[in-house]
């Protein structure tokens, strides 16, 4: 099928190369002409884990393009996709919707024969409705549809995200888009459960999925609390929670409180919905505020652990969101960081992937490290912020040998406390207290 994308970030570039692999022909619409040159130069604009390599195989196939061409992207193409941002507005929190409206009234204009326009980017319940006014008062001809069709891919797993979804959610209100929409999905017919529902519903899906997980992660982080409080171990805990099927293995990790560009976001947006639509979601509310109170209280707990030593130098690691990603917006470990640089100038730090992304916010108020010795080399703590993989296997032994001071803070739980022990760390993590 003939596809086209509107815009190129975490959501748009994933999805366009993994619609161009199942053997559709794709074309990436953007509006930032470095990203469109970058991307035709065969350069990924963000780093997504196993992209690189399916972009430059569709790209070399000519089974993907990227333009700044709107007219030339939209005309002829069977579905159009709506995968631009939907950035919180500064003051009132709720999506700010003017990218998708602006996109709306410049497609509408090309449009050609039946086209399904489908919106990816979270929106709002009732933007679809939005969206087909929008292009019905641009082009009154138009033969269209408007679907809904929540993405829901991680970051740094948005291409195994692709493949392998665990459902595939469409929100129409015409039999024409709902057939559509499956022949665009029949390669998943095996593998996925589809869901069929209608376009409020669908849009509501996805708030709500996203809401809940955040809800879900707030809840272990209080139990975790309880946990350092009453002898308890979270990690024990949590294990035992997640064996009941009704409860479920995942998202029972304790954090410093969950990041990234859609739990803070979708959260706050999906609060003002519930005040716009005069609906109680107290629940909501109290994830939001106790998820930014907890980033705060972590950055003090690290200052605490180096009260008695204020100018010793402290070992950051990680400052993403999460592991696996280069992405630093609404990053705990950013946030954590910014707290702690209120009392300490002697802060370095390391992240595999996002060291060009956390300058851009943090600066020069911190130092950069190159890997994980660096930035712990002469400290006196090291705090481990984010949850990479490689942090697991730090060798403590020898790390201890090139620190000033043997003590970690560790707020992802990532490190072996037995480890630490035996390798005279004191060691501090979430939801469990550990003597020396
Ligand atoms: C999320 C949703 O998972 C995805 O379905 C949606 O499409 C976009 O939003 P993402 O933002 O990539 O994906 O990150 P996710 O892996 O869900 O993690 C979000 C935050 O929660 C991170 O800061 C992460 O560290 C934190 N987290 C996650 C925890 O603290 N504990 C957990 O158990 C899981």
């Known amino acids: 099928m003939k596809l086209t994308i509107i815009g190129t970030g975490y959501v748009g570039l994933p999805t366009g190369v993994g619609f161009a692999e199942l053997g559709n022909e794709v074309v990436c619409v953007d509006k930032i002409a470095a990203k469109i040159d970058k991307l035709n130069r065969g350069e990924l604009t963000l780093f997504e884990d196993g992209l690189d390599e399916l972009f430059r195989k569709n790209v070399e196939k000519g089974s993907i393009r ?156 209080e139990m975790a609390d309880f946990c350092e409080q009453a002898g308890a171990d979270i990690l024990e805990v949590a294990k035992g929670m997640g064996m009941d099927s009704r409860i479920g293995k995942k998202f029972l990790n304790p954090g410093p409180g969950y990041g990234g560009s859609c739990f803070p976001k979708d959260t706050n947006a999906m609060a003002q919905m519930g005040k716009k639509y005069g609906a109680n979601l107290n629940l ?41 990603t280069d992405d630093c917006r609404e990053s705990p470990a950013v946030d954590i960081v910014k707290e702690m640089i209120k009392h300490s100038d002697n802060i370095c730090a390391y992240d595999p992937k996002a060291i060009e992304n956390a300058k851009l916010i943090l600066g020069d108020s911190i130092k950069y490290a190159n890997s994980i010795e660096e930035a712990c080399k002469d400290a006196d703590v090291m705090v481990v912020l984010t949850e990479w993989e490689d942090f697991r296997n730090i060798n403590l032994a020898e790390i201890k040998k090139i620190m000033s001071k043997a003590k970690i803070i560790d707020l992802r739980n990532m490190l072996n406390a037995e480890d630490a022990k035996v390798n005279g760390f004191e060691y501090q993590c979430i939801g469990a207290k550990y003597s020396a």
Do not use: C, W
Not at 179 to 189: D, G, I
Not at 307 to 322: D, Q, R, S, Y
């Open 66 to 221: 990227f333009t700044l061409d709107m007219e030339n992207a939209v005309k002829g193409a069977d579905v159009v996709m709506l995968a631009v941002g939907t950035p919180p507005h500064p003051v009132t929190k709720e999506a700010d919707l003017q990218y998708i409206y602006a996109a709306a009234e410049e497609l509408a204009q090309y449009l050609d024969g039946y086209t399904v326009v489908a919106t990816k980017s979270t929106v709002p319940v009732g933007t679809g409705d939005e969206v087909e006014a929008i292009i019905r008062k641009t082009n009154p001809i138009a033969d269209f549809d408007v679907v809904s069709l929540p993405e829901f891919l991680r970051e740094g797993f948005a291409i195994h995200d692709f493949f392998n979804p665990d459902r595939i959610v469409i929100g129409a209100n015409s039999e024409k888009a709902r057939s559509v929409m499956l022949k665009l999905y029949e390669p998943f017919k095996e593998k996925s459960e589809f869901l069929m529902v209608k376009r409020r519903s669908s849009e509501t899906i996805k708030y709500a999925s996203n809401a809940f997980l955040a809800m879900k992660i707030h809840y272990i982080n």
């Open 284 to 324: 909501i509310e109290t994830t939001i505020a106790k998820n930014d109170e907890r980033k705060a209280k972590m950055g003090q707990r690290v200052i605490e652990a180096i009260k008695n030593h204020p100018e010793g130098k402290i070992a950051v690691l990680g400052l993403a969101f999460k592991g696996g």
